[in-house]
């Protein structure tokens, strides 16, 4: 890893976040700017370091008296997986005598990482709570585009059939003729207005499940 992310140099790097979060927040991938602080060939992890206020190693400097450089002392720490980087880049190596470049880490955003491994935690757990075993490649397929959409999904009872916004069922063979209103419209009749929002989620989920099964 040390011949690739050399270390103490500035490197751009563009990763590939988790699914879970690539489907939460609809970013496709990362690219951050910073120097290399550690590699580890065991575990396969870089490490950069960043300046907080910018997202490159160009970043997080302005002018100070005369001109000269002002750099923040405050840093962020920027940890991924060899196998999730896309492209990187040396922007400026490090220096011949072998010094180190990057600055000393004087303090670790400790609840800053908590809350982030917390969030990841969470987005795994939800991520594998929508996993069915019982459902083909292809009602699982469908459910994950309806969670993107509508968030609010599940797997019902018999584990085949697929309920949207607790308003919507889906059942095999998930064409938009097998999508209808749970309990029937009759259920709904004593509302009007509850019987139009839930006529307006049908007809988006069979738009969803029309545009699913054109791919």
């Known amino acids: 890893l040390e011949l690739?992310?050399?270390?103490?140099?500035?490197?751009?790097?563009?990763v590939r976040p988790p699914t879970a979060e690539a489907a939460e927040t609809g970013t496709d991938d990362v690219t951050v700017c910073g120097t290399v602080f550690a590699?580890?060939?065991?575990?396969?992890?870089?490490?950069?370091?960043?300046?907080?206020?910018?997202?490159?190693?160009?970043?997080g400097r302005g002018g100070g008296k005369n001109g000269a450089a002002?750099?923040?002392?405050e840093r962020s720490i920027h940890?991924?997986?060899h196998s999730h980087v896309i492209k990187c880049a040396v922007v400026r190596e490090a220096s011949a005598d072998g010094v180190a470049a990057a600055a000393p880490v004087e303090r670790l955003p400790t609840k800053q990482l908590e809350v982030r491994e917390e969030r990841a935690i969470r987005l795994a757990m939800k991520s594998l709570a929508h996993i069915n075993l019982e459902a083909s490649s292809h009602a699982q397929a469908l459910f994950d585009r309806l969670v993107k959409a509508c968030n609010d999904v599940s797997w019902a009872k018999d584990q085949t059939t697929i309920i949207v916004l607790d308003q919507v069922r889906i059942v095999p063979p998930?064409?938009?003729?097998d999508c209808s209103l749970l309990g029937g419209e009759n259920a709904l009749s004593s509302n009007r207005k509850s019987v139009a929002l839930a006529q307006e989620s049908l007809e988006r989920v069979k738009r969803i499940v029309a545009t699913f099964q054109e791919k």
């Open 70 to 73: 002002v750099v923040s002392r």
């Open 174 to 177: 998930y064409s938009p003729g």
């Open 79 to 81: 940890m991924f997986h």
């Open 39 to 59: 590699t580890d060939d065991r575990s396969g992890m870089v490490v950069l370091q960043c300046p907080v206020s910018g997202d490159g190693p160009e970043k």
């Open 4 to 14: 690739t992310y050399p270390l103490h140099s500035e490197m751009r790097v563009t």
